[in-house]
Structures are given as structure tokens and as C-alpha cells.
């Protein structure tokens, strides 16, 4: 038996570049830094924003103040709140897929373990978000060049994108265990309800405001912080993301190691 | 050298559904051995197992001697298509299988263009454009591209075309004649009958009957058939010289087709002398129009078998 993960990574990577999602995730993160820099010029020209209405509303509703401090942090919270959904489409995908399309057999009886398909599509997810990621920031960094955004700073570019890697990173974390869900529910369907179910949660817990202990909140308030210090996640809502991170990638394996594949 | 497939009193129950219940077989090497069964008898479930997909309620199973489940490698020298062809659709032909060869760990990318070669496969068409027939040669091409010692293959020849159908049978004899040992389920009787060197019958998860097909001949049920302008009163006549004649199968089998036979036949037990037939019935002037003995193929042996035709 062998673990290696080298041609399922080929594989999985093959099918990704494939895929429709891939360009549908690249446009979800590229409208994203979009819509945020609208929220930056509307913020910036309020006479402009009492004309736009709804907008100016809701620009003024996201509390972002109109310099690159409040531009990085509103770029931060997309990435916890939209790449919960964009990163758990793209896991719940990775995995649904093989049973929506019937191919989980073909996985099941060869010389790789399982656990090997498993880690390599983990692999493949985290990479294809921290890319999105990245695109997400660059263009961020144009769109705010471009709208001559006040405040610069290396020292505060450089914190800004920090926290919005690290709240991708921790999202990734948080959407492994769609992959379990995907598998258990043999497609896209159960998982896509765990995930809307998830974030619903997530939203209710946070205004509760015991958002720090509740996984799935805490990206949300890292990026959060840099506006506003409240619910600050602290060493244990780190630990709790850690957790479900590890839970969902050994859970998943488990059960493509374990489960009767009848289907 | 350990036998291909052995299973021993394997069980898998879905709740308290037994969808296979205690079956034992062995496929010895260089066997093609067919599974028969109507849907729902426990063939995929059984095949399952055998490529630890399904773990047994009870019993157990061998596969090239390893015990299912206790060591991967030897899915190395195994192929398999279980419930119809699949790929990924997005990806092309040759795509779908350079990935098979990766999963595999085949060194050498050749692996792909001789299988392509073998079963007529466009390279460059994309997988989800494939008619039912292509779909299915890819799904072979994927369980022959590592050249195994064991297929196998749950319906092989469903969805191909007459052409497909003899292709595919020409190839897995030709696999045969190279020492592949191939297991099969199949419901197209008349493919099985051309191909397969012993058969299994699986019914309600049990295992009703095995034979070596050349035994089949042994097993069929024969029938001497007398037709008549005037089966009933042949019948009379017969039966006052003490000739039995059977009663008719008490359920026809299914769908006779609109045209039913234009020359309805009395059936005798075959052991009755068709010379003495002949001699009565004309004698008492009814003389047979048409005697000839029937024996059942193998469709109707499986049938009468599980129980779906008498």
C-alpha cells in the first residue's frame, strides 16, 4: 500500500483546471474587492452616496471607514463570511462531484489508499483557495491604488493582508468537514445544507456575541478586529478552528477508509 | 497457485434486507466465469465485496488468494467495471485514462495508447459526449489498461451495439487465451451461453445453482413436440395408447411477441419414441403436421431456475 499523493494530486489538479467552478469561484473573487472598493468610493464622496441610495445605505451600514486600514478589513470579513460558502462549494465539489458523477467506484479499489485521494483533494482545495485568495488581495491593492485611498502604509498593507490570509486560511480549515458531509450525503445536496446551515449559525452565534468560541465565527471577527475590537477570537476559538480543521480531514478519510460504498 | 476468487458463506445484510445471503463460489484461474441474475439478486452487492467496496456482514472472500481488505496491492493485478461506465465528463478520452494510469502507477504513458488502440477509443473526444457504447469501451479501457490477471466486469456488453457486443466477446476470449481470469455478471443469456466457461445462477442474494457450461446440455429439460391440425383430439388419441403428454408451462414467459407461434405443439416427455408417435397418430388419422424434440436454452434454464418460469 502507498500513501503517496503525487498522482492523485496530478489528477485532482487536472479535474479542478476543468472545471466550471473554477472560473465561477475566480469571478465570485473578483466581484468581491469590487464591491468593496464601491464601499470604499461611496464612503469617500458621501454627496455621491446620498444620491445612490440603497448603496450609500448599505455602505454606511458596513461601518468600513474609507482608507486602506478600513478597505483591507472589509476585503478580510468577504474572505471569512463569502469564502465560508465559495471554499465550502469548492470542498463540497472536490467530493460531491465523484458521486454526483458516479466515478467514487473507480477511487475505491486500487493500489493507493484512499486516504491518499483524500489528502491529495484536501491539497488541491487549500491550494485553489489560497490562490483565490491572493487574486482577491492583488486586485484589492489595485482597485485601491486606484481609487487613491488615504492611510497607506507598508506596515498597514502589510497587517491588512495578513489578516485576510489568515482568515482564508482558517476558513479553509473550517469547510473540511463539507467534504464529509459530501461524502455521507453521496453528493452535492446534504452538503450545500450543512454548509448554508453552518453560516447561518455562525451569524446568529456572532450576534449573540459568543462568537469567539463558536468555530465558524471566528474568521469573521479576526478580520473584524482591525475596525472594531470586540469579540476579539482568542487562543480558544483558534484551538476549536484547529480542531475542526483536523476532525474534517480524518473524519473524511475515515469514512472513504470505513463506509459500505454501495452506491 | 490460489484460486482466482474464493468466497465463503459471504452475507451482506441492508438492515434486515439479506442482499446476499451465505454465498460460496470459486473461480479458479483462466475461468470466465458469468454470474447470473435478474436485478435486485445481489450480483453488484456480491461484486462489491469482492473489490472491498462493501464489507460482509459474515463470511468471507479471497481475491487472488489475499483476503479482501487486508492488503492493496493486490488491486494492482485486478480490473474492474462495476454499474455501468462513468468518467469524468469534462475530461477527455485520453485524459480520463492517464489518469487511471496515474492512479495506478503505471511507469510507462505507452499503457494508454495501447488500450486506446485495443478498444477503438478516440483520444480526443471529451468523455461526456461519448455515445452509451464508446462510454462503455472506456469503462474497459480503464479496467484492461494495467493488463490484470482478474476482470472483474458487472454487465460489460450493456449498451453496446451487435458489432460492440461480438467485439467485446472476441476480446474477453482472446483475454482468456492470455490467461486473464474474468468474472462477470450479465443478464444477456445469450452472451453468457457464448462465453462463459462455468455459470452461476444468484437469486434473492442465495446461490441457486453453479455449472460448468459445457454441463448445461446435461441440465436442460427436453421436450418432444407433436403438432396436429387437431391438438386436442391427438391429445385423446395419445392418451388412450397410454402416451402421456405435459401439461402447458403454467405461466408463458414473458412478452411472447405479437407474432405467437403459428403451430401450437403438444409436448411430450422426451423419452417418448417419436417413431411410435408418428405411427399412432397416423393410424387414427391425425397424422403430425410437425414433430420435432426442443430443449431450453439457457434463458429459459434461468428462469424455470429462479423460479419465473416453470
Given at each position: 500500500?502507498?500513501?503517496?499523493?503525487?498522482?492523485?494530486?496530478?489528477?485532482?489538479?487536472?479535474?479542478?483546471?476543468?472545471?466550471?467552478?473554477s472560473w465561477?469561484?475566480?469571478?465570485?473573487?473578483?466581484?468581491?474587492?469590487?464591491?468593496?472598493?464601491l464601499i470604499?468610493?461611496?464612503?469617500?464622496?458621501?454627496?455621491?452616496a446620498?444620491?445612490?441610495?440603497?448603496?450609500?445605505?448599505?455602505?454606511a451600514?458596513?461601518?468600513?471607514?474609507?482608507?486602506?486600514?478600513?478597505?483591507?478589513a472589509?476585503?478580510?470579513?468577504?474572505?471569512?463570511?463569502?469564502?465560508?460558502?465559495?471554499?465550502?462549494?469548492?470542498?463540497?465539489?472536490?467530493?460531491?462531484?465523484?458521486?454526483?458523477?458516479?466515478?467514487?467506484?473507480?477511487?475505491?479499489?486500487?493500489?493507493?489508499?484512499?486516504?491518499?485521494?483524500?489528502?491529495?483533494?484536501?491539497?488541491?482545495?487549500?491550494?485553489?483557495?489560497?490562490?483565490?485568495?491572493?487574486?482577491?488581495?492583488?486586485?484589492?491593492?489595485?482597485?485601491?491604488?486606484?481609487?487613491?485611498?488615504?492611510?497607506?502604509?507598508?506596515?498597514?498593507?502589510?497587517?491588512?493582508?495578513?489578516?485576510?490570509?489568515?482568515?482564508?486560511?482558517?476558513?479553509v480549515?473550517?469547510?473540511?468537514?463539507?467534504?464529509?458531509?459530501?461524502?455521507?450525503?453521496?453528493?452535492?445536496?446534504?452538503?450545500?445544507?450543512?454548509?448554508?446551515?453552518?453560516?447561518?449559525?455562525?451569524?446568529?452565534?456572532?450576534?449573540?456575541?459568543?462568537?469567539?468560541?463558536?468555530?465558524?465565527a471566528?474568521?469573521?471577527?479576526?478580520?473584524?478586529?482591525?475596525?472594531?475590537?470586540?469579540?476579539?477570537?482568542?487562543?480558544?476559538?483558534?484551538?476549536?478552528?484547529?480542531?475542526?480543521?483536523?476532525?474534517?480531514?480524518?473524519?473524511t478519510?475515515?469514512?472513504?477508509?470505513?463506509a459500505?460504498?454501495?452506491? | 497457485?490460489?484460486?482466482?476468487?474464493?468466497?465463503?458463506?459471504?452475507?451482506?445484510?441492508?438492515?434486515?434486507?439479506?442482499?446476499?445471503?451465505?454465498?460460496?463460489?470459486?473461480?479458479r484461474?483462466?475461468?470466465?466465469?458469468?454470474?447470473?441474475?435478474?436485478?435486485?439478486?445481489?450480483?453488484?452487492?456480491?461484486?462489491?465485496?469482492?473489490?472491498?467496496?462493501?464489507?460482509?456482514t459474515?463470511?468471507?472472500?479471497?481475491?487472488?488468494?489475499?483476503?479482501?481488505?487486508?492488503?492493496?496491492?493486490?488491486?494492482?493485478?485486478?480490473?474492474?467495471?462495476?454499474e455501468?461506465?462513468?468518467?469524468?465528463?469534462?475530461?477527455?478520452?485520453?485524459e480520463?485514462?492517464?489518469?487511471?494510469?496515474?492512479?495506478r502507477?503505471?511507469?510507462?504513458?505507452?499503457?494508454?495508447?495501447?488500450?486506446?488502440?485495443?478498444?477503438s477509443?478516440?483520444?480526443?473526444?471529451?468523455?461526456?459526449?461519448?455515445?452509451?457504447?464508446?462510454?462503455?469501451?472506456?469503462?474497459?479501457?480503464?479496467?484492461?489498461?494495467?493488463?490484470?490477471?482478474?476482470?472483474?466486469?458487472?454487465?460489460?456488453?450493456?449498451?453496446?451495439?451487435?458489432?460492440?457486443?461480438?467485439?467485446?466477446?472476441?476480446?474477453?476470449?482472446e483475454?482468456?487465451?492470455?490467461?486473464?481470469?474474468?468474472?462477470?455478471?450479465?443478464?444477456?443469456?445469450?452472451?453468457?451461453?457464448?462465453?462463459?466457461?462455468?455459470?452461476?445462477?444468484?437469486?434473492?442474494?442465495?446461490?441457486?445453482?453453479?455449472?460448468?457450461?459445457?454441463?448445461?446440455?446435461?441440465?436442460?429439460?427436453?421436450?418432444?413436440?407433436?403438432?396436429?391440425?387437431?391438438?386436442?383430439?391427438?391429445?385423446?388419441?395419445?392418451?388412450?395408447e397410454?402416451i402421456?403428454?405435459?401439461?402447458?408451462?403454467?405461466?408463458?414467459?414473458?412478452?411472447?411477441?405479437?407474432?405467437?407461434?403459428?403451430?401450437p405443439?403438444?409436448?411430450?416427455?422426451?423419452a417418448?419414441?417419436?417413431?411410435?408417435?408418428?405411427?399412432?397418430?397416423?393410424?387414427?388419422?391425425?397424422?403430425?403436421?410437425?414433430?420435432?424434440?426442443?430443449?431450453?436454452?439457457?434463458?429459459?434454464?434461468?428462469?424455470?431456475?429462479?423460479?419465473?418460469?416453470?
Open positions: 500500500m502507498t500513501t503517496e499523493i503525487g498522482p492523485a494530486l496530478w489528477a485532482e489538479l487536472l479535474k479542478a483546471r476543468r472545471s466550471r467552478l465561477i469561484s475566480a469571478l465570485a473573487f473578483t466581484i468581491a474587492p469590487a464591491v468593496g472598493a470604499m468610493f461611496v464612503v469617500r464622496n458621501p454627496a455621491r446620498r444620491s445612490m441610495g440603497l448603496i450609500a445605505d448599505k455602505a451600514f458596513s461601518g468600513a471607514t474609507g482608507d486602506w486600514p478600513g478597505y483591507l472589509l476585503l478580510g470579513q468577504m474572505v471569512a463570511v463569502a469564502g465560508l460558502l465559495v471554499f465550502g462549494m469548492i470542498v463540497i465539489w472536490l467530493f460531491g462531484r465523484e458521486f454526483a458523477d458516479r466515478t467514487a467506484k473507480d477511487l475505491l479499489a486500487l493500489p493507493a489508499a484512499r486516504e491518499s485521494i483524500v489528502l491529495a483533494k484536501f491539497a488541491v482545495a487549500l491550494l485553489w483557495c489560497l490562490l483565490l485568495t491572493v487574486q482577491l488581495c492583488l486586485l484589492g491593492l489595485a482597485f485601491g491604488a486606484a481609487l487613491g485611498l488615504p492611510g497607506w502604509s507598508a506596515a498597514t498593507a502589510a497587517d491588512g493582508l495578513a489578516r485576510v490570509l489568515a482568515a482564508a486560511f482558517l476558513t480549515l473550517l469547510v473540511t468537514p463539507f467534504g464529509l458531509a459530501a461524502g455521507m450525503g453521496r453528493g452535492y445536496l446534504a452538503a450545500v445544507g450543512v454548509m448554508f446551515g453552518t453560516l447561518a449559525l455562525a451569524q446568529v452565534v456572532a450576534a449573540l456575541g459568543h462568537g469567539a468560541y463558536f468555530p465558524w471566528v474568521p469573521a471577527l479576526l478580520a473584524q478586529v482591525a475596525a472594531e475590537t470586540r469579540q476579539a477570537p482568542g487562543p480558544l476559538g483558534y484551538t476549536l478552528v484547529a480542531a475542526v480543521g483536523v476532525a474534517g480531514v480524518l473524519g478519510a475515515s469514512w472513504w477508509r470505513r459500505d460504498h454501495a452506491r | 497457485m490460489p484460486d482466482a476468487i474464493k468466497t465463503t458463506d459471504v452475507s451482506k445484510r441492508f438492515g434486515g434486507f439479506p442482499a446476499v445471503d451465505g454465498v460460496s463460489l470459486t473461480v484461474r483462466g475461468e470466465i466465469y458469468a454470474l447470473l441474475g435478474l436485478n435486485g439478486a445481489g450480483k453488484t452487492t456480491l461484486i462489491r465485496m469482492l473489490l472491498g467496496m462493501i464489507r460482509p459474515s463470511g468471507s472472500a479471497r481475491v487472488l488468494g489475499v483476503p479482501v481488505g487486508r492488503d492493496r496491492a493486490v488491486w494492482a493485478k485486478v480490473g474492474y467495471l462495476v455501468g461506465p462513468t468518467a469524468y465528463p469534462e475530461l477527455t478520452v485520453r480520463n485514462l492517464e489518469i487511471t494510469r496515474r492512479l502507477r503505471l511507469p510507462s504513458p505507452r499503457a494508454v495508447d495501447e488500450v486506446m488502440e485495443r478498444l477509443l478516440t483520444p480526443h473526444a471529451r468523455a461526456g459526449t461519448l455515445s452509451m457504447g464508446n462510454a462503455q469501451r472506456l469503462a474497459l479501457a480503464k479496467a484492461l489498461i494495467h493488463r490484470p490477471e482478474l476482470l472483474i466486469l458487472d454487465e460489460p456488453v450493456n449498451g453496446l451495439d451487435p458489432a460492440g457486443v461480438v467485439e467485446i466477446r472476441t476480446m474477453l476470449l483475454l482468456r487465451d492470455e490467461g486473464v481470469t474474468v468474472f462477470l455478471s450479465s443478464h444477456i443469456l445469450a452472451e453468457v451461453a457464448r462465453l462463459a466457461t462455468r455459470v452461476g445462477i444468484i437469486h434473492g442474494g442465495r446461490l441457486r445453482e453453479e455449472f460448468a457450461a459445457a454441463d448445461l446440455d446435461s441440465r436442460v429439460r427436453r421436450r418432444l413436440l407433436v403438432a396436429t391440425h387437431d391438438n386436442d383430439k391427438a391429445r385423446e388419441i395419445l392418451a388412450a397410454g402421456e403428454t405435459l401439461a402447458p408451462p403454467g405461466r408463458q414467459a414473458p412478452n411472447p411477441g405479437p407474432n405467437p407461434d403459428p403451430d405443439a403438444l409436448a411430450l416427455p422426451a417418448t419414441p417419436p417413431d411410435r408417435v408418428a405411427t399412432v397418430l397416423v393410424h387414427a388419422g391425425c397424422p403430425p403436421t410437425r414433430l420435432a424434440m426442443a430443449e431450453e436454452d439457457l434463458e429459459t434454464y434461468f428462469l424455470r431456475t429462479v423460479g419465473a418460469y416453470r
